[in-house]
């Protein structure tokens, strides 16, 4: 008798803990905001300068206990799956929407940490894009951002993201001209040819009228 109460009271004391854990799984506060933050660096140093734009592409709906994003209306055309979120082609084909659309986002510059933070957001999902990089860097690709994260146990309200950022590129050198030939012309010396006739029918002349004086002077000997 003692045993079969000692095993009754295992299994209701087993059935308690199961459903108090059950019972405490978290789920999203749809009544909570959050904030993302992103930091910007190359080789362990800030990258400053730019800015950021963030947009809601998703909502968060539940379905029996099961929590999933759905687009929001301004992105619902959209032709992959919301839930291809670590896809990299889905926040390309949604900063695609979101130009097309000329859609208007909340945009921030990056401060001189290198850092952006972007608070009071409504939970669900959101896609960062940079317009304008800072000089000498590359716009770093799209990607997209859950409000609250969910790290396994918890959802986590204020998010932090790195994304990789990448040097532009320096322009290639444009190739050497090769060495003009040398011009088998003697040097132009900044005299022309016309003077030389000119002087030769002068000095003609001048000859002509000093045999006349000549002849002229002998007559009056």
């Not at 990258?47 to 999933?68: M, N, P, Q």
Request: aromatic share 10%.
């Amino acid at each position: 008798m003692i045993k079969r109460i000692s095993s009754l009271f295992a299994a209701i004391i087993m059935i308690f803990v199961f459903s108090v854990g059950a019972f405490a799984h978290d789920v999203p506060d749809y009544d909570r905001t959050g904030s993302i933050t992103i930091n910007l660096s190359y080789d362990g140093e800030p990258v400053r300068g730019g800015s950021l734009t963030i947009y809601k592409v998703g909502y968060v709906a539940e379905d029996d206990g099961d929590f999933f994003f759905r687009f929001t209306e301004d992105f619902k055309e959209c032709e992959i799956s919301i839930t291809e979120i670590d896809s990299s082609e889905l926040p390309k084909e949604l900063a695609k929407i979101a130009e097309e659309k000329d859609l208007e986002g909340i945009t921030k510059r990056v401060d001189f940490e290198g850092r952006v933070k972007f608070e009071n957001l409504e939970i669900g999902l959101y896609l960062v894009v940079q317009e304008m990089p800072a000089i000498g860097f590359n716009k770093i690709s799209p990607f997209l951002v859950s409000v609250p994260a969910y790290d396994g146990e918890y959802y986590v309200y204020d998010v932090d993201a790195s994304p990789k950022v990448e040097v532009e590129p320096k322009p290639d050198k444009p190739p050497e001209k090769p060495e003009e030939e040398q011009d088998d012309k003697l040097p132009d010396t900044g005299l022309t040819n016309w003077p030389i006739p000119v002087l030769a029918g002068s000095g003609a002349v001048l000859v002509f009228v000093g045999i006349i004086l000549r002849r002229v002077e002998r007559k009056m000997e």
